[in-house]
């Protein structure tokens, strides 16, 4: 067997996807997708063949055949699902074509009737499709049918009328499309190409014409498309036995593969030969053609053989640029007999396959990543610590167990530097071949990175087993700065010798300064802190000291501690100081971040109230924005420090990384940011990490009271208050925002008309409830906020009545008033009798 294989150079840019991967497991009813729509309440419906799967970015709801129900779906094998203009969902399946009642959540059923030429075409559906003018097209093997929504009849268009056509293959496609002239064109098996003026009903056809090299190549028409600059998309296949695989074959170069395309405005052909090196692959079965919001169109294959079935055309380089599924890849797509493609709303790439669904969030952050084992997440090889940049895109990365690598960025190559010790600290590159690094000896060395030379120095020799390193930067070309747990220490560089460094404790002879961490502030000054430091002789109160050193007269300044300080630094373990560009002093502890500002002796601190979703801050770095760049244990934040808006990024963002380590964090001399833990390394250009900016959507699912209930899932249509007896008056309300992207972190805020004036923040919770509510009218609104404080364009509401008893009643308020006036009249006549004199049952 000879197995044909395009080995491409993809010279043009390739867009990074990520996916995430639905099954089964997920609550998928069918890892066998079909088709892919949404509606426009933003729910993804997903045609399997067991069912439709009904998704919110939360969890799957599944419509199936009920044998017992006649208004469910008419058939379990779904070919095709559309959402159309009016918000209508329809579903085609091997038995029947079927429309979605959203107010009863059942099934309206459109059958073929061999007698009823107004009927549907054919039970087999395979494509729905709707013109610009807003006509619903239905395809099946001999023809379209275009729906008369007012008589709910179907007429038909049938170019040679066949009788008892049998199709073997289930996953034939006879797709529809339209021409900005309004024409429908449309394929019926083994019969070529078809287009209709839907005005006149006239049909034109085109077929293969072996005399004519310019005539459809084939009549066997998997697939057609028609761009936006009315290219027509033609998928073709010449072999006479459809159900062999391509792969098994001995394909030559400059065969004719499948892919033909037809300017209709210029009238030009092209043909797409199997010719890898031109980036031109072979073409199966094209299940599907789409092109997203960006304008490029993408191809999906049925045949797991493919390691190309998913690819897309680059239209600069006349090229096909693939993206092939990757079993040890977490971010790769599920499969490689892909079904069906879909862009939703929201910019998310759907990719239908045989092993489940995939989505792509093409505006998350465009993270790249690097791990030298990606076979293993944990494995010890991609266990990365300090991160430092030696040259253009060369990159020392520390590992603590094992000796450091240097990764080439640009070929994605990385070797093994044996000569440096593993340490948990960023290595300091001295601008020229050689690179100082604290060994987890408690040795300072200096590595040639060419040569791999190596010198080593020690602190102090006499007691080299009690002493620890803990810190270090690169003050000058001449001096290096340390810290240890006995002294502050000077590295002179020219002179290759350790000087102590005296420091003068707050506290006197009580207690001396011995700091651990250390951040140089140009020009001429360091920050230094100690950790579990004393604040307040009297009180005994510890915490991190801060302190700023001038280098040159050798003076320590210490901040005020007063309440401010010990509230926000009393507490905690300090693991980094940044200085950013405006000089300001970020402190990075177990328990949150903390910014200093020098001038005005101001203390921020900043925590989960703030936003963070996690506290134990490893480091920060800034961007060339000026925006301030958190690591934290399990997640990276970005703070605005001029709003102190904080945006939290993780897995979902492609960060790879299962947990950040400390110092493992650069800002590159490009701009990009790396973070590296367990796991391997991310790196990413602030600016390719773009904000949400289209609002979330919001309604509301449920309302319950009691025996009412009412379904709202997928409808936003406006309804008369609904009357709640007064015995009925708890009330439970559920509401979603659907969203693919940051669901988890989807917030959302009520308000009860007639209960509440302000609005209640629900946080992520999906539900409220309300009980004891008195009679009258009341509105519910709710309203989504997503992971960038954007809120929905309006919220969903909806109005229901409560009830008086029936005590309080109108009917009721009359019978006492009738009953009370009775009372009255009978009391004013017995006063009456009693004033004359008159004994009660006289007759007189």
């Known amino acids: 067997m000879v197995i044909p294989v395009a080995v491409i150079a993809q010279t043009s840019e390739k867009e990074v996807l990520h996916f995430k991967n639905y099954t089964i497991e997920d609550g998928l009813s069918d890892n066998r997708i079909r088709d892919i729509t949404q509606d426009q309440q933003g729910y993804i419906w997903v045609a399997t063949r067991s069912g439709v799967s009904l998704f919110d970015g939360y969890s799957f709801e599944i419509f199936r055949n009920d044998p017992d129900d006649k208004n469910s779906l008419s058939d379990n094998n779904v070919n095709a699902v559309f959402a159309d203009l009016d918000n209508t969902v329809w579903i085609a399946t091997v038995s029947g074509l079927n429309r979605y009642d959203r107010g009863s959540n059942t099934f309206t059923h459109f059958f073929h009737k061999a007698h009823d030429e107004k009927s549907i075409l054919s039970n087999d559906i395979k494509e729905i499709y709707q013109s610009k003018n807003g006509s619903l097209w239905f395809s099946s093997a001999q023809g379209i049918s275009r729906y008369n929504k007012d008589s709910q009849t179907f007429e038909h268009f049938i170019p040679s009328p066949t009788e008892n056509i049998k199709i073997t293959n289930d996953f034939l496609n006879f797709p529809i499309a339209e021409s900005e002239d309004g024409k429908i064109w449309f394929v019926t098996y083994r019969d070529g190409l078809h287009n209709l003026n839907p005005e006149t009903g006239e049909l034109t056809s085109m077929r293969h014409d072996p005399k004519d090299p310019q005539s459809l190549p084939s009549n066997n028409i998997f697939n057609l498309f028609i761009d936006r600059d009315q290219v027509l998309w033609v998928a073709y296949d010449r072999r006479i036995n459809l159900d062999q695989s391509l792969p098994n074959l001995d394909v030559p170069i400059g065969s ?30 094209v299940s599907d053609i789409k092109q997203t919001e960006d304008g490029k169109i993408w191809f999906t294959i049925l045949d797991m053989y493919f390691a190309d079935s998913f690819r897309f055309y680059d239209h600069r380089n006349d090229q096909f640029l693939t993206y092939t599924y990757k079993a040890n890849d977490p971010n790769s797509h599920a499969w490689n007999y892909c079904t069906s493609i879909f862009e939703d709303q929201f910019n998310n790439l759907w990719l239908g396959t045989s092993r489940g669904l995939s989505r792509a969030d093409r505006k998350r952050a465009k993270m790249g990543g690097f791990s030298p084992n990606p076979s293993d997440a944990n494995a010890f090889e991609n266990l990365f610590y300090g991160i430092e940049e030696i040259g253009e895109n060369i990159f020392l990365v520390s590992r603590e167990s094992q000796s450091p690598i240097i990764w080439n960025r640009i070929t994605d190559e990385w070797k093994v530097v044996p000569n440096i010790s593993p340490t948990s600290r960023s290595a300091i590159y001295d601008g020229k071949r050689s690179v100082w690094n604290l060994s987890i000896q408690n040795e300072l060395e200096l590595i040639d990175v060419t040569f791999l030379k190596k010198e080593s120095f020690i602190p102090d020799k006499t007691r080299v087993e009690n002493v620890a390193l803990f810190d270090f930067v690169r003050f000058s070309d001449d001096a290096l700065y340390l810290t240890s747990n006995r002294n502050f220490l000077r590295f002179d560089i020219p002179k290759r010798q350790f000087e102590e460094v005296s420091l003068i404790s707050p506290f006197g002879s009580i207690e001396t300064f011995v700091p651990d961490l250390l951040t140089v502030e140009k020009p001429g000054t360091i920050w230094l802190s100690g950790s579990n430091a004393l604040l307040d002789s009297i009180t005994g109160e510890r915490g991190i000291l801060l302190a700023q050193y001038v ?39 177990t328990n949150g971040l903390v910014r200093f500002d020098p001038d005005s002796r101001n203390f921020t601190v900043y925590n989960q109230k703030n936003g963070l979703r996690y506290i134990n801050v490893l480091g920060v770095i800034e961007d060339e924005y000026g925006m301030i760049w958190l690591s934290t244990e399990y997640g990276i934040s970005r703070l605005n420090p001029k709003t102190d808006k904080v945006r939290n990024f993780g897995k979902t963002d492609g960060l790879r990384p299962s947990r950040l380590n400390p110092n493992s964090f650069l800002n590159c001399n490009n701009g990009e940011l790396l973070f590296g833990g367990v796991g391997g390394l991310s790196f990413f250009h602030p600016k390719d990490l773009l904000e949400q ?19 709202l899932s997928t409808t936003n249509e406006v309804m008369l208050p609904v009357d709640i007896p007064w015995a009925s008056n708890a009330i439970d309300i559920e509401y979603v925002s659907v969203n693919f992207r940051y669901a988890e ?99 007189d």
């Open 693 to 711: 900016e289209k609002p979330p959507l919001i309604h509301i699912v449920k309302f319950l009271a009691g025996k009412t209930r009412i379904e």
């Open 745 to 843: 972190e989807t917030n959302y805020a009520y308000r009860l008309e007639g209960y509440q004036e302000d609005w209640v923040n629900n946080g992520s919770r999906r539900f409220v409830q309300f009980s004891n509510l008195a009679p009258g009218t009341y509105t519910f609104h709710v309203k989504a906020i997503n992971i960038d404080g954007i809120s929905s364009l309006q919220p969903s509401t909806f109005s229901f009545r409560i009830l008086p008893p029936w005590w309080r009643t109108w009917w009721a308020v009359t019978l006492y008033a009738l009953i009370f006036l009775a009372a009255l009249v009978a009391n004013l006549v017995g006063l009456y009798f009693i004033w004359a004199g008159i004994p009660f049952g006289s007759k």
């Open 256 to 285: 004719n593969s499948g892919l033909w395309k037809k300017d209709l405005k210029s009238g030009t052909i092209t043909h797409y030969s199997y010719h890898p090196e031109k980036g031109h692959p072979l073409w199966e079965q």
């Open 551 to 589: 280098v040159g007269s050798g003076e320590i300044f210490f901040p005020e501690i007063n309440d401010a300080y010990v509230s926000a630094l009393a507490t905690g373990t300090a693991n980094h100081l940044f200085i950013d560009s405006n000089g300001e002093l970020w402190i990075s502890k």
